[in-house]
């Protein structure tokens, strides 16, 4: 079905985010009993729920894939939304998907057992016509094997803990012929599914090759397919931190700087592997990742990603780690956040109506396990939108430079050179005031697409402007230059820290007599940023 526009709820932003994070610190969401928090969070998770429909029907026509009872994931949405097209005409006309919705549904039934808890290939960001889905890595050999149930007995464990043990492994000779056969059907079903969505690249966060466990193989991956199902796509092995590494980064006041992991434990085992081709452009030394702290490694890996996407072709990408509950939230959320805040979709939602969309549908609907992992202090959930801070440069905007194509009907490029010039404050120039009509566009029919310039923010040069038909996606990347988006995202970040700090950050502080508490408090404060005493917390 279409998208269905609607109208923010007036002074409710701020009501309706502490509500989603209280229902979300309360249990996991589980989509066969609206939520998982019992019967009386059941009409606040439909709520949640259809906030979701709402604030993407702003921007996209989408389609519904039906979950109600999570017959094809436990822990996905009851309605999982699929992006069509941005609801502008021009964009329709552009991107307008090929995929039909029934044939999808039917892949998405078929692949589903391919992957770790059942996770599928799901598409969740539209991005010119190209997607980005979530998924948790490649199911071992045991839950292929008829063990259904596995999705709902276990709910406990860190994002890399598998929860079952397996009595054979994949490799065990006297299973490997019907393990062949098995494997290429389901595996099958799922690559059938990632060409049907247009994906090319797969990006891996694994820090193993496969997750171990007794001794035994028990999830595998892209990258170890012993038979090469994959090798049509570009696999990309991107090694990053599960989410008991972050019981660090809050042991250290939130501060991720300096934060190193030990990749010389005896389970890691993933090399960081990018094909040449892609990191380019990026004037990375990938060579050196595993001395990069927190803060560079997440910030790195999401060039990377920004890249691929932005890319000329028309591939979109696959993100997983290894359930796809924690690092693959953390990916997906902060991509989300960073091209909104280039105006380059979800154009029309404010910050607060992004931050509740990112909070409920890439993390809460998507059963990421916040209750588990703030009793273990694992707080990957605060260190993604806390990061925010160290993505609101330039250097992460998915607006290229770009050299001049064509003039304003006119104009000159010196005159077009001059509307940058006009600092914040200062009057409008003549020219300014002739054509400028707002600050959305410089007229009716075009608008001046500015891309990431090695330069100072906001200026530029004859070399660096390109001229397009104006579209609602077009011009909001126009009107988004560097402080804009440091703006933006500054404001996602505060909004989130003072709503978090009033709900769940109390919840994250164990037991303690009230002069500890208040230490631990102010310790919370200094580490996000945040000042004050315990009751502005």
Known sequence: MAGARGCPQAGSGERALAELLLEFSRAQYR???GGGGGAGSSAKVERIEKRC?????RDYCYSLIQNVNGEICGHYPRQI??????????ERNMFESTVQVSKLQDLINRSKMARCRGRFVCPVILYKGKHVCRSATLAGWGELYGRTGYNYIFSGGSDDA?????DLSEEDSAFRNADSQLFDKVR???IKLLRYLSIRYICDLMVENKKVKFGLNVTSSEKVDKAQRYADFTLLSIPYPGCEFFKEYKDRDYRAEGLVFNWKQDYVDAPLSIPVSLTRSLNIDWSEYQSWDLVQQTQNYLKLLISLINGDDDSGLLVHCIS????????VALLRLSLWADGLIHASLEPAEILYLTVAYDWFLFGHMLVDRLSKGEEIFFFCFNFLKHITSEEFSAVKLQRRKSLLPGFTVEEICMLSECSPGTPATPLEQRDRGSTTSLSSDFSLVLESSPGAAGSFTS?????????????AAWLVPVAGRESRLEEVRSAFLATYSSTIGLKAVPSS???ALGGLLEQFARGVGLRGSSSTL
């Open 162 to 166: 598998w929860a079952d043990t397996e």
């Open 31 to 33: 989509a066969k009993d």
């Open 324 to 331: 796809g509950w924690d690092r693959t939230p953390l990916f």
């Open 463 to 475: 070399e660096a402007v390109e001229l397009m038909p104006a579209g609602a996606q077009t011009q």
């Open 53 to 57: 429909l709402e604030l993407f029907g």
């Open 81 to 90: 939304v699929f992006l069509e097209y941005e609801s502008t005409d021009r």
């Open 513 to 515: 007599p009230s002069g």
């Open 188 to 190: 099958g079903h799922d």
